[in-house]
């Protein structure tokens, strides 16, 4: 439970019509037969009678009925809908996911090619919750798109007794609800991240995405067809599918929308949200509490908009990978606004106010970051296709482009002359790469397309 109270439990398909939602899907009154409380009233405290967004959300939800949104084996409320151990006149009383419930009923109504995809996606399923296993006694099947309940064990000849789903639906039963009361609803809705700190909701939220391989990839992408983050915030589809895909990838649930999305965009503690979560993909914790902070807010902007391109660079080896370097850049930026100091002082007196020897990448990236979002990602994806471009063996051996004149060519380069002198000077004692590495990239450009023509002539 969010309180992280430990309950019994069960996953259970059941026929459709046997759940009984708070609010008929249709008319969206309170179900006959529903729990009321001592004053005759619903216990579900969403009002779905007079709450209209309420209403369209369900009715939306079903005409994009996602079915793996509510197939799932998450132990949060926020997925597979949970019905009370105790049923009433036969129903199963859903206490949890009561939209989610309506608007798969709504969907079988009037989008049958929905629903169809949610029972296929449940037959793909039945092994992943153990229906299907042949050690048991009883077990479930798929024949020909309808599931079938087979309780022998045997396969659908020799089962006389098989049932044939009508309407599958599956949901999760909670054997220790205690009460019929608006009280023990509001337990599942309750957020997880009440009382902690900001940034240990952040961390909490990123390390849920990183451990998703599909949304750490599929929510960076969803921006990066915009030229900076604003643009993004403007296009209203586009926040729409970030929303849902946030509930689907689990990093927010229903409850919670209000506070961050209301009518069709994100409110200002949604962009907070969104923006802290993508940076928590490649910063640490250290970093993310630096950008927190006002005055580093626009690095982390930089960071967000070119989230795509810095987790590609994060399956890079050796020094292409500049994760580290661009934590540490963050961590720099944030020391330097602490000092009060514009950076031509900083650097030339950072010594007195810092403890740490920084790379000079750190802060070559640091400067980049200054130099706004476009140019920040532009960057930093150009380093990373001359790396991936020059790994391996090469067409022209003696012309590899190594990681150190790529970040020269497309970093360094890429800052003022001014700036790119004192950071050199602070890092003297670094080797740096010689002669010009970008003359040498296109040199390479060069001769690799005059030799595939050549290729292509003989």
Same mark, same amino acid.
């Given at each position: 439970?969010?309180?992280?109270?430990?309950?019994?439990?069960?996953?259970?398909?059941?026929?459709?019509?046997?759940? =009984?939602?708070?609010?008929?899907?249709? #008319?969206? @009154?309170?179900? $006959?037969?529903?729990?009321?409380?001592?004053? %005759? !009233?619903? &216990?579900?405290?969403?009002?779905?009678?007079?709450?209209?967004?309420?209403?369209?959300?369900?009715?939306?939800?079903?005409?994009? =009925?996602?079915?793996?949104?509510?197939? #799932?084996? @998450?132990?949060? $409320?926020?997925?597979?809908?949970?019905?009370? %151990? !105790?049923? &009433?006149?036969?129903?199963?009383?859903?206490?949890?996911?009561?939209?989610?419930?309506?608007?798969?009923?709504?969907?079988?109504?009037?989008?049958?090619?929905?629903?169809?995809?949610?029972?296929?996606?449940?037959?793909?399923?039945?092994?992943?919750? %153990?229906?299907?296993?042949?050690?048991?006694?009883?077990?479930?099947?798929?024949?020909?798109?309808?599931?079938?309940?087979?309780?022998?064990?045997?396969?659908?000849?020799?089962?006389?007794?098989?049932?044939?789903?009508?309407?599958?639906?599956?949901?999760?039963?909670?054997?220790?609800?205690?009460?019929?009361?608006?009280?023990?609803?509001?337990?599942?809705?309750?957020?997880?991240?009440?009382?902690?700190?900001?940034?240990?909701?952040?961390?909490?939220?990123?390390?849920?995405?990183?451990?998703?391989?599909?949304?750490?990839?599929?929510?960076?992408?969803?921006?990066?067809?915009?030229?900076?983050?604003?643009?993004?915030?403007?296009?209203?589809?586009?926040?729409?599918?970030?929303?849902?895909?946030?509930?689907?990838?689990?990093?927010?649930?229903?409850?919670?929308?209000?506070?961050?999305?209301?009518?069709?965009?994100?409110?200002?503690?949604?962009?907070?949200?969104?923006?802290?979560?993508?940076?928590?993909?490649?910063?640490?914790?250290?970093?993310?509490?630096?950008?927190?902070?006002?005055?580093?807010?626009?690095?982390?902007?930089?960071?967000?908009?070119?989230?795509?391109?810095?987790?590609?660079?994060?399956?890079?080896?050796?020094?292409?990978?500049?994760?580290?370097?661009?934590?540490?850049?963050?961590?720099?930026?944030?020391?330097?606004?602490?000092?009060?100091?514009?950076?031509?002082?900083?650097?030339?007196?950072?010594?007195?106010?810092?403890?740490?020897?920084?790379?000079?990448?750190?802060?070559?990236?640091?400067?980049?970051?200054?130099?706004?979002?476009?140019?920040?990602?532009?960057?930093?994806?150009?380093?990373?296709?001359?790396?991936?471009?020059?790994?391996?063996?090469?067409?022209?051996?003696?012309?590899?482009?190594?990681?150190?004149?790529?970040?020269?060519?497309?970093?360094?380069?890429?800052?003022?002359?001014?700036?790119?002198?004192?950071?050199?000077?602070?890092?003297?004692?670094?080797?740096?790469?010689?002669?010009?590495?970008?003359?040498?990239?296109?040199?390479?450009?060069?001769?690799?397309?005059?030799?595939?023509?050549?290729?292509?002539?003989?």
């Amino acid at each position: 439970m969010p309180n992280g109270e430990k309950r019994r439990g069960q996953f259970v398909i059941v026929e459709l019509d046997d759940v =009984l939602a708070s609010h008929n899907e249709l #008319t969206f @009154s309170s179900s $006959p037969g529903y729990p009321v409380n001592d004053r %005759g !009233q619903n &216990i579900n405290d969403r009002n779905y009678s007079d709450d209209k967004v309420a209403q369209e959300r369900v009715r939306e939800n079903a005409r994009n =009925l996602d079915p793996y949104r509510i197939i #799932t084996t @998450s132990r949060t $409320p926020s997925g597979t809908p949970i019905a009370a %151990g !105790q049923q &009433i006149d036969g129903k199963w009383i859903i206490v949890s996911g009561n939209n989610r419930t309506m608007s798969t009923k709504v969907a079988s109504r009037m989008y049958p090619e929905n629903y169809r995809a949610y029972v296929d996606a449940l037959c793909e399923e039945l092994e992943s919750f %153990g229906f299907s296993r042949t050690d048991k006694h009883e077990r479930m099947a798929c024949q020909n798109g309808t599931l079938v309940y087979l309780p022998t064990g045997d396969d659908f000849r020799i089962n006389n007794d098989a049932y044939y789903f009508r309407q599958p639906f599956l949901i999760r039963i909670d054997y220790d609800f205690p009460a019929f009361q608006t009280q023990e609803l509001a337990k599942y809705n309750q957020s997880t991240m009440k009382g902690k700190r900001a940034v240990d909701k952040t961390i909490e939220r990123s390390n849920s995405l990183r451990e998703n391989p599909l949304c750490k990839t599929r929510i960076p992408a969803m921006i990066d067809e915009y030229e900076r983050m604003s643009d993004f915030y403007a296009d209203r589809i586009a926040q729409k599918k970030m929303l849902e895909a946030l509930l689907q990838c689990n990093i927010i649930t229903e409850q919670s929308i209000p506070e961050y999305f209301d009518d069709g965009y994100f409110t200002s503690s949604g962009k907070e949200l969104v923006e802290s979560v993508l940076a928590g993909v490649v910063l640490e914790k250290e970093a993310l509490k630096a950008a927190e902070r006002d005055g580093i807010k626009q690095a982390r902007r930089v960071i967000v908009y070119a989230m795509p391109v810095l987790v590609s660079n994060s399956t890079l080896g050796g020094s292409a990978n500049l994760i580290t370097h661009i934590n540490n850049a963050i961590l720099y930026l944030n020391e330097m606004k602490s000092s009060g100091l514009p950076f031509d002082q900083y650097i030339n007196q950072g010594a007195l106010f810092s403890e740490k020897e920084w790379h000079p990448w750190a802060i070559y990236l640091s400067r980049l970051m200054s130099q706004g979002q476009r140019k920040f990602k532009q960057a930093i994806k150009a380093f990373n296709e001359s790396v991936k471009r020059n790994t391996g063996a090469a067409l022209f051996s003696d012309q590899n482009v190594t990681p150190d004149e790529a970040f020269q060519a497309y970093v360094i380069d890429q800052i003022p002359a001014d700036e790119a002198r004192l950071v050199q000077a602070y890092g003297s004692g670094e080797t740096k790469p010689k002669g010009s590495a970008k003359s040498k990239i296109l040199l390479a450009k060069a001769k690799k397309k005059k030799k595939l023509k050549l290729l292509q002539l003989a």
